[in-house]
Each structure stands twice: as structure tokens, then as C-alpha cells.
């Protein structure tokens, strides 16, 4: 009832061919858009901004770029982790060497530092596929982390490979509240968010998602793999890398080579795959729940008042997000982004049957 | 969650936080690891601190009659969780925070002066923080990876007969592959250049688990001594390959972080002879020991095993605690005996730490630790430490006390620190913001 | 040169002993088609199984005699990883028939969470120490003929023993067994096999019973070389370049993969890593894996991979 289409009629193909063709759907993007701009940094708590925001905001991103690579090319990596690293520290350099280097534009440099790397570890897919790719990716994770520990220039000499910024701002406005770090979080994911869905509308997306489907039958008819696949490496790594920035310029303001561990490397994937592969709101559901529910597993104790040992209480955490991974897998494993579409496919028929 | 859920939360929070001020309660913040590769290690040292504050409110009723609350956090040695903990903590009035790991502590370092509130990072941390003219509101109490490289370095040298005898010696470092393990390194360095020893750096990859490449470099260069800087599983690992390869564990000398029971027991004989740093003394004999078992453990309330009270990094989670109550009774003196005290409070008692040999009495820590005194500039208050030696079943000190050598420490702090504030674009401070 | 040859020693040694966890992988993956994430979990389980029940079993039993305690406590473990296997199949992988490969991936990975968070919770995160009597001090052989002589591991060398006895046996099973050819079977197509009247269902619980196994004897193995603590399912990492190296679907290719990456881990760390600052072993082993791969992206002993279009 609410969400028919009856008599949105198009007249040209700009308006067919548009992201949100249905008024309802641009009427709650916009409803979205301002809850998210101007509501919540005037009423949520500190607590909500700084550790559940943000942290979903970067993460969402990072996980946006894997699921361009591994959901709409079909190329699983499970290197993230360390095009974040790149992308960090080469952000970090650029900041830290030159003297009044903007703010935007290390950050861009240091995604493209981590394009190049992910182009570079991304020339074996080339000859590799499946889960022999997965696992050769891993070969860029563990020499990422050690490149970090080990070279010292790439960390401007530090001591202990421990990295700090301070001090951050754009165009003259500080960066330093947990308001102006959200909102400059939240820009960016939305600039990058609205980028990716148009770039997976397009000729490159729709090659993409032939690889991934049929990689020989596509380059039959004339996709070159190459071409394609590389692509989906550097721009997945592009934005893979401008998140890792965020991460450790906006979130942890200090951080070392651990901070993208193998650990977040896997995270993010799980994010991609309760998400919902090949899905660009996929991407932003998954990161909610990877975020959010570790934290509310590991606060339900208190909240009830029930005095848990907190050895027990973050096994019991690591047993509970194993098997809601498992029983979300087995209930959709297309993710909640095909729930979601479920849900709207519903709700335009709503309240009649058929 | 709903917008009018939300901006009740915010009232409440705010509420919380002016409410803390005046609630009755000093609340510490534990975070701890008890998960993870670094368990073993973790679980002691976590246990000795919430032993040590039970005891407080069950013996004494609190500090000056103001009860202590606490909440363990767990971080698992995770630099991101670290954060998050912090964060959650904070607004419940926490006035210090021991992060249990140098590389949280490198987080920190940046958001705590923001927030207000005191790092206690006793024995571990950022060398650099030593010098409290920078580093207003970081405390390496007791020592730092500078202090403890320079006294293996003197120890060493008194084995071999004068330190001039190190000459041409070999001495390999194998460490632990994070900012924990690589920060003695500038200290180790500037030494083997002061006596002409060769210094082997070998890395071990976080955690630590599998350490057979690092021993057959090892056995492949002969090193007259190791020093083993590991921490949690590494320990182990390290000593039961030290015994596949034959290499003799009485020169092998481990830093205060790998020298405690975890480390050896489950290699037992094979790690006889193998020597490392302490501290504190271990026992219970010491009267905050005793105290603890009479306060908390006969009355069923205590956090771990019984077995483990009076182990190393049980004592040292316990000296941790009681120097923090300490900072807050002196706080109290200055600023209101009977009252909440907030960080910055906190941070000026642990700044003017006094504790000679009467006090050390009074608090039952006699015999565990020496006299330490804190000051403006001075933000270790005392690097006394010993070695000892595990003979298969128990560990015995063999060595007297050794104090760092100022001569050499103090350049390196003032340089290290100059530079982190130039870095940083953070002043020295003022005589009169000392005096605050 | 004498140093070279231990060097040498040493990496066949632990390349044997990491190709005891790759055969769980290859084992799952055989006979399943998916790639078991929970292997170093399992590793660990058992472990942990194994060494508390030794633990325990005296104060229960009031047995003392070591061999016997080891054996009660092996066979107690064996049990426990039967159930385990069992839960696996039906809670996670009957359901998930016929997913894609990442979906089942992911479950595993689900999978190995649990496992950890509850392995700790049943047996506890300290290190425990697991006996089963190997010789700890190494011996020098050679010492005539070269100078020094060559340091040898008697721990490893008797782990590698056991490690070949394994694949050995497990190589017999698959070939000659009429449940090692219902495995095969399954692996090749899980809807063909259920067309045919394999249970799939008893055919996965044997398979991730016999991965328990191998998991269970991996983790005697390491476990008494390491300790047991939850850092023991790291190792799983280090055995994964020679899952691939050796082929998904080989039990001899997990062997000579094993052989490879531990010599090539060993001398790249001795030789090389010196020069570029040491601790490049894991990565190391990552690339030599993915060198190979680029000469046969099917692994070296692994079945072609043939697309239909």
C-alpha cells in the first residue's frame, strides 16, 4: 500500500536508469540521510559515537571495497587486512612527512599506495582461482604484517613500529570531537558509498559480475580478464585502503601493524558474507552486526546484572558469534541483504497477497 | 534505537557522570586478559590487582573510609579492544587506568591527557615516559625496557668479570615482534657500542608460538647470552626450544615480563638454570600476602585459584594496586581526606609518591619492593631489581639489587622524550604546573 | 655444512608436522568438498581434551601409570571428537548441502569460534602440559665426521615417524576401503553419491571423525612440543601454504607439500632472513605456496580444475 509504484511513471531513460527509482525509496534515503547528518550527532551519547559509530562507519567502508572484490568479481581475498595496513601507513607517511599535506589528500594517497599493492598481489588471480586464491592472498596479509614490523622508513623510524597522528583538520575545522570525527567519517562513506553503486551499475560492474558468474564463458564474448579482474583489485583495494586510513588516523589515533591483523582480515569477510555478497547495502548491514553484536554480548552480563567472570563471559562471546554466524549461514546464506530484499518485494505488495 | 531512547541515554550518561563525582564510591578499572596467548600470564596478574582492592574494603573499609568499586574489562592484549575498554571505563569516574600491555599503552598515551586521566604503567610502556616533564600523565613505575636492558647488560658484565670483559662477546636479544619486544633495542644498542659486544636481534612473530627457526639461528651464532624478551606463550615456547637445541639455559636471562611461573613450570627441569628479572619478591610471606588470604581468601571471596596467590605476577599485580591505592591516599591528603578523588587528582599523588621503608611497613609490602619515591620530572620513582634463578621446581633470587645507570639512562630519556614532544608539538612544563 | 644439514633436518622435521594438520584439511576436503577453517580448532579441542583428561584421570581413577592414563585419556578424547564430529554434521553441514564453497567456508569459520571460546570454557586458557613421554634433549650425530655434528630432535624425529605411519595408513583406507571409495564418491558430487544410496549424512560423520583423529594425534604432537593453550590452533595458519602447495584433494600431496614449505620455511629464515631482519618465515612460506601455484594453480598433486562454460 505504501510502497506501490502505481503511477511512477518514467519518460526518459536518465529517470529509468536512476539509483532510486521509486519515490518511496528516495524519500527514505533522504529520511536516512538526515537522521544520520543532523540527528544523531545533536542526541546520541559519546559512548554511541565513539565506539559503535565510528568504528561501523570505517568498518562498513572497508567491507564496501571487500565485497566489490569478493561479491560482485568473485575473487575471495583474505589479504584485507593488509591493504587497510597499507593504506594506514602510507596515509601516516604522507601526513607525517610533509609539512601542511591535507588532510583528504593523504588519505586519498594512501588508498591509492594500497591500490597499487593490491594490484600487485592481485596479478595471481589472474592464474588462480577459488580457494587457492583465498589462500595465496594470505601470502599479502602476513607479508604486509611483517613489512610494517620490520622497515623501518615505512614507519617514519619508529622505535616500535607504533604510529600516532595528532592534530587532524580539514579546510580549518578540527577534527577532534567525536561529532566532527562522525560526521567526517560519515561524509566520506557516503561520497565512496554512492561512487561504488554507481561504478557496480555500470559497464565495469556488470564485467565484474560476468567474471564472477563465468569467467571462461566471459571472456568468450570479449571481457578480457585481466582487465577486469585487475580493476575489481584496485578499486576494492582503493577503497580498502582510504578505510585503513580512517581507521587509524579517526578510530585508534595511535596504532602498530597488529591493529590489521589477520584477525580483521576475517572479520571483514564475515561482514561481506552475513551482509550479503555482491550487495552494496549488504556491505553496510553486515558491518552493523559484526559491530555491534561483540560489544552487546559482551555488556549483556552487566545489563542484567548478572555478575559474569570475564574470562567466561568473552568465551562465551566467541561461542555465541560462532554460532550465530553458523545459524544465520544456514537460515540465509545470501545474507541480510537478501532478507532485505525479501522484505521490500513484501512490502510492495503489502497488504495484498499476490 | 529510538531517537527519544537515545537522548535518554544521554541525560542518563550525563547524569551518571556529574553523579560520580559525588558518589561515595573510588572506582578503579581493571582491564585485563584473561583469553588469549597471553592468558597465562594475564590471569595472575589480573587476580593479584582485584585481590589487592578486595582486601582494601574488606580490611580497611576502603581508602579513608571511601569504598572501592572496580570493573574488569577484557582486551585479550588487542589493541582495538584496549580502546574500547578505555572508553567504556572512563565515564565511570575511573581516576587511573594499568593497561597491562605497552601497546595499548601507546594508544592511550594520546587520549589520556585529553580525558584526564593517569596511565600506570609499572615495569613496561614507553621507556621515554620515565621523564615526567613531557610525559605528564604517563607513571612507568619501577622501571622501564631501558632500565631492565641496562641491568641484564651490568649483570652480565659482573659475570664475565668487569664490563670490559664483554668485548667482543656475543649477546642475542629474542623478542617478541611488537612494540613490547623492539623497545629495549636503542637502549641495547647503545651499550654493546659503549663495551664493543655484538648484539643479534632476533625476532620471534607474534605470539610466539613456534620458535625453532629463531634457536637454530641461534645455535647457528653462538651467542655467549640470550636475552629472552617474550611474553605469555612465548616464554615457554622459548625455554623448551632453548632445550631441542641444546643451548645452556643458565645464559639465557629473561627480562621482569618472562621470569614467572607460567613461563617454566610445564617445562620444569628442562628449564633449570635459566635466569630472569624480578621485580618484586614472591611468596606469601610478605604481610599484604597474608593479609589477602586472611581478608578475602578464608572468606571464600577470592578471584583465582589459592594456589596462585604469592606467585610473581600475582605480587606484581598486587604492588601494582597498592601503589595506585597509594596515589589515591595521597591525593587525599592534598585534596580532601574522605573524598572521591578524580584523575587529575590521582595524578598529582602518583606524582608525589613517598614511600620509604616505614610506609612500605605499614602497607605489608616489605621485603616485596624497595623504598620508591616519585617526583615532578621523575616519573619512575626507583628501578631496584633483581635476577633470579629457576632450578627446576622454584625460583630464588641470585643476584643483589641493581639499580639502572642514570648516566647513560637519562641522555637517552631526554632525547626520546624531547623528540616525542617535538613530534607531537607538546611543551615541557612549567615549575608552576609542577607544583599543581 | 653441518649446520646446513640440521637446518635441513629441522625443516623436513617440521614440514612432517605441519603435514599432519594439513591432512585434516585435505582429509574434510576430500571427502566433502569443503574446506574445514575449524582444523586448527579441532587441533587445539583435542588437545586440550587430551591433556586435562591425562590430567585428571588420576584424581578420578587413582590410576598412576602413565602409559595407562595417556591411553584411557587418548581414548576419552576419541570420543569426545566423535561427538564432535557428529554435532558438526548435524547442525552445520546437513543443513548447508550443496552451498557454495565460501558459504561452507564461512561456516567452518563459524564453526571454529565455537570451538575455541568452548574448548576454553570446558578445559581452561593456561598452558597445560602434555606427557606423553617424549624425549626432550637432543642428540648430536655425525660429530666424527663433521665438526659441531649435526643436531638432531629426537622429539620431531619420532613425530615424523608417527606423521609418515599416518599418511600411510590413511593412503590405505582411501584406496582399498569400500568407505574410502563412498568418500571419494561424495567428494566428486554429494547429490550424484545420495543418487546412488551413499548416506551422506554417516559418510560425513565418519570423515570429520577420522579429520578428529588426525586432529587429535596432531595435537599430542605439538601440543607436547608446545604446551597447550589456545595459541596451539595458530599453528593452523603455518599448515595452510602446504594445503595448497600439495593440492586440496592429495594425502601425498600434504606430505611432500609439508616437506617443502618446512625446508623452505627453515632455510629462508636461517639463510635469508638475517639479511632482511628476520621473522620472514610465514610470509615466506605464503609465497613459495603461491609461486607454485602460479606454475600449477591447482597445487602440485591436486586434481585439475576444469570449467565448464
Same mark, same amino acid.
Given at each position: ?354 | ?12 550518561? +550525563? $547524569? %551518571? ?6 558518589? @561515595?564510591?573510588? #572506582?578503579?578499572?581493571?582491564?585485563? =586478559?584473561? /583469553? ?89 610502556? +614507553? $621507556? %621515554? ?6 610525559? @605528564?600523565?604517563? #607513571?612507568?613505575?619501577?622501571?622501564? =625496557?631501558? /632500565? ?289 | ?309
Amino acid at each position: 500500500m505504501l510502497y506501490r509504484e502505481n503511477g511512477q511513471f518514467k519518460t526518459n531513460y536518465r529517470a529509468d536508469q536512476q539509483i532510486f527509482p521509486i519515490l518511496q525509496d528516495r524519500i527514505g534515503i533522504a529520511i536516512v540521510l538526515l537522521i544520520a547528518f543532523v540527528l544523531v550527532p545533536l542526541t546520541a551519547p559519546e559512548y554511541l559515537l565513539r565506539a559503535i559509530l565510528i568504528p561501523f562507519l570505517i568498518l562498513s567502508l572497508a567491507a564496501l571495497g571487500l565485497n566489490i572484490l569478493v561479491g560482485y568479481c568473485g575473487q575471495i581475498s583474505l589479504g584485507t587486512g593488509a591493504f587497510m595496513a597499507v593504506g594506514a601507513y602510507a596515509a601516516y607517511n604522507f601526513q607525517a612527512r610533509i609539512d601542511g599535506f591535507p588532510l583528504l589528500l593523504s588519505l586519498l594517497c594512501g588508498g591509492l599506495c594500497a591500490t597499487l599493492v593490491g594490484v600487485a598481489f592481485g596479478i595471481p588471480s589472474l592464474r588462480i582461482k577459488g580457494l587457492y586464491l583465498a589462500v595465496a592472498t594470505l601470502a599479502a596479509q602476513f607479508f604486509v604484517d611483517w613489512a610494517f614490523l620490520r622497515i623501518k622508513w615505512l614507519t617514519n623510524d619508529s622505535t616500535s613500529g607504533s604510529v600516532s597522528v595528532a592534530g587532524l583538520q580539514i579546510f580549518g575545522l578540527r577534527i577532534e570531537s567525536p561529532e566532527q570525527k562522525y560526521l567526517f567519517c560519515l561524509a566520506i562513506v557516503a561520497v565512496f558509498a554512492l561512487g561504488a553503486k554507481n561504478l557496480v551499475r555500470g559497464a565495469i560492474g556488470r564485467e565484474w559480475m560476468a567474471i564472477r558468474d563465468m569467467d571462461v564463458a566471459a571472456s568468450v564474448i570479449g571481457i578480457r580478464p585481466m582487465y577486469a579482474k585487475l580493476t575489481a583489485f584496485a578499486v576494492s583495494s582503493f577503497i580498502v585502503g582510504v578505510a585503513g586510513a580512517l581507521w587509524g588516523f579517526v578510530y585508534l589515533g595511535t596504532w602498530e601493524p597488529a591493529a590489521f591483523s589477520i584477525d580483521r582480515s576475517f572479520q571483514l569477510l564475515f561482514m561481506v558474507i552475513i551482509g550479503g555478497l555482491g550487495s552494496i547495502m549488504g556491505s553496510f548491514f553486515g558491518a552493523a552486526f559484526i559491530v555491534v553484536l561483540p560489544i552487546v554480548l559482551d555488556n549483556l552480563p552487566y545489563w542484567f546484572g548478572i555478575p559474569v567472570d570475564t574470562a567466561l563471559a568473552s568465551h562465551l562471546t566467541f561461542m555465541i558469534f560462532g554460532s550465530l554466524i553458523v545459524f544465520f549461514l544456514i537460515v540465509e546464506p545470501h545474507g541480510i541483504a537478501r532478507l532485505w530484499s525479501t522484505a521490500k518485494e513484501k512490502l510492495r505488495l503489502w497488504p495484498f497477497p499476490h | 534505537m529510538k531517537i527519544s531512547s537515545i537522548a535518554l541515554a544521554a541525560v542518563a550518561l +550525563l $547524569a %551518571a557522570g556529574g553523579a560520580c563525582a559525588q558518589s @561515595k564510591e573510588q #572506582f578503579f578499572p581493571l582491564l585485563v =586478559y584473561r /583469553t588469549g596467548p597471553y592468558a597465562p600470564n594475564g590471569t595472575p596478574w589480573a587476580d593479584g590487582k582485584q585481590d589487592y582492592l578486595k582486601m582494601i574494603n574488606a580490611r580497611d573499609g576502603g581508602i579513608n573510609g571511601v569504598k572501592i568499586t572496580y570493573e574488569e574489562c577484557e582486551t585479550g592484549y588487542a589493541t582495538d579492544k584496549g580502546v574500547e575498554c578505555y572508553e567504556r571505563l572512563k565515564g565511570k569516574g575511573a581516576s587511573l587506568f594499568d593497561p597491562q600491555s605497552t601497546g595499548i599503552t601507546f594508544a592511550l598515551t594520546d587520549k589520556a591527557p585529553a580525558d584526564k586521566i593517569p596511565l600506570l604503567t609499572l615495569g613496561y610502556g +614507553l $621507556a %621515554a615516559s620515565q621523564d615526567g616533564s613531557i610525559f @605528564k600523565w604517563n #607513571f612507568p613505575l619501577m622501571g622501564s =625496557y631501558w /632500565t631492565a636492558a641496562d641491568v641484564l647488560i651490568q649483570h652480565i658484565g659482573k659475570r664475565e668479570g668487569g664490563l670490559d670483559k664483554l668485548k667482543g662477546k656475543k649477546i642475542a636479544l629474542v623478542y617478541h615482534d611488537s612494540p613490547y619486544g623492539k623497545e629495549p633495542i636503542p637502549m641495547l644498542e647503545e651499550r654493546s657500542k659503549m663495551h664493543g659486544f655484538e648484539l643479534i636481534k632476533i625476532p620471534v612473530t607474534a605470539p610466539g608460538v613456534e620458535q625453532k627457526s629463531a634457536w637454530l639461528q641461534v645455535r647457528q651464532q653462538r651467542p655467549d647470552y640470550v636475552l629472552l624478551w617474550g611474553w605469555g606463550v612465548m616464554n615457554s615456547a622459548a625455554l623448551k626450544e632453548a632445550q631441542a637445541t641444546g643451548y645452556p639455559r643458565d645464559k639465557m636471562y629473561g627480562v621482569w615480563w618472562s621470569g614467572a611461573e607460567p613461563d617454566v613450570k610445564d617445562v620444569g627441569e628442562g628449564a633449570a638454570g635459566y635466569n630472569a628479572l624480578n621485580l618484586n619478591t614472591a611468596g606469601t610471606q610478605p604481610k599484604v600476602i597474608q593479609d589477602i588470604i586472611k581478608f578475602v581468601y578464608d572468606k571464600g571471596q577470592g578471584t583465582g585459584p589459592q594456589a596462585e596467590v604469592g606467585s610473581v605476577l600475582y605480587t606484581r599485580g598486587v604492588v601494582i594496586q597498592a601503589l595506585g591505592v597509594e596515589a589515591v591516599r595521597r591525593a587525599q591528603e592534598r585534596f580532601g581526606k574522605g573524598k572521591v578523588m578524580t584523575g587529575e587528582q590521582v595524578r598529582w599523588g602518583l606524582e608525589n609518591l613517598a614511600l620509604d621503608q616505614k610506609r612500605l611497613d605499614a602497607l605489608g609490602l616489605s621485603g616485596v619492593i624497595r623504598p620508591i619515591s616519585t617526583s615532578c620530572v621523575d616519573h619512575m620513582g626507583s628501578s631496584w631489581v633483581r635476577v633470579q634463578t629457576w632450578d627446576g621446581a622454584k625460583w630464588s633470587f641470585s643476584s643483589d639489587w641493581y639499580q639502572a645507570d642514570d648516566q647513560i639512562i637519562k641522555p637517552m630519556v631526554r632525547s626520546a622524550a624531547e623528540k616525542w614532544a617535538g613530534d607531537k608539538k607538546i611543551s615541557k612544563r612549567t615549575p608552576e604546573d609542577c607544583q599543581s | 655444512m653441518g649446520f646446513f644439514l640440521e637446518t635441513l633436518l629441522g625443516g623436513l622435521m617440521t614440514g612432517m608436522l605441519y603435514s599432519l594438520i594439513a591432512l585434516g584439511f585435505v582429509l574434510i576436503f576430500k571427502a566433502s568438498g569443503v574446506f574445514n577453517f575449524a582444523q586448527g580448532s579441532m587441533v587445539l579441542f583435542a588437545a586440550l581434551a587430551m591433556a586435562r583428561f591425562a590430567e585428571w584421570l588420576p584424581h578420578w581413577t587413582g590410576l598412576s601409570n602413565k602409559f595407562l592414563v595417556n591411553a584411557l585419556a587418548l581414548l576419552v578424547a576419541l570420543a569426545i571428537m566423535i561427538v564432535v564430529a557428529w554435532l558438526i554434521e548435524r547442525l552445520v553441514l546437513g543443513k548447508l548441502v550443496n552451498q557454495e564453497g565460501i558459504a561452507l567456508l564461512m561456516a567452518t569459520l563459524g564453526v571454529a569460534y565455537f570451538l575455541d571460546g568452548f574448548g576454553q570454557v570446558l578445559f581452561g586458557s593456561d598452558i597445560y602440559k602434555l606427557d606423553v613421554g617424549m624425549p626432550k634433549d637432543p642428540v648430536i650425530v655425525l660429530d666424527k665426521v663433521l665438526p659441531g655434528g649435526v643436531l638432531v630432535s629426537l622429539e620431531d624425529l619420532i613425530a615424523a615417524g608417527v606423521a609418515a605411519a599416518l599418511v600411510a595408513l590413511l593412503a590405505v583406507f582411501f584406496q582399498k576401503t569400500s568407505t574410502g571409495r563412498a568418500l571419494r564418491a561424495v567428494a566428486d558430487d554429494h547429490q550424484a553419491a545420495q543418487a546412488i544410496g551413499i548416506r551422506l549424512s554417516r559418510i560425513w560423520v565418519i570423515v570429520w571423525s577420522v579429520a578428529g583423529f588426525v586432529a587429535i594425534v596432531a595435537g599430542i604432537i605439538w601440543g607436547s612440543k608446545l604446551g597447550v593453550q589456545f595459541s596451539l590452533s595458530l599453528v593452523a595458519l603455518k599448515a595452510l601454504p602446504v594445503v595448497i602447495l600439495g593440492g586440496l584433494t592429495s594425502v601425498p600431496g600434504a606430505i611432500v607439500g609439508g616437506l617443502l614449505i618446512g625446508v623452505g620455511e627453515k632455510l629462508s629464515e636461517v639463510y635469508i632472513g638475517p639479511y632482511l631482519g628476520g621473522g620472514i618465515e610465514i610470509w615466506f612460506a605464503y609465497v613459495l605456496a603461491l609461486l607454485f601455484l602460479l606454475v600449477r594453480p591447482q597445487g602440485l598433486f591436486g586434481e585439475k580444475i576444469i570449467d565448464r562454460v
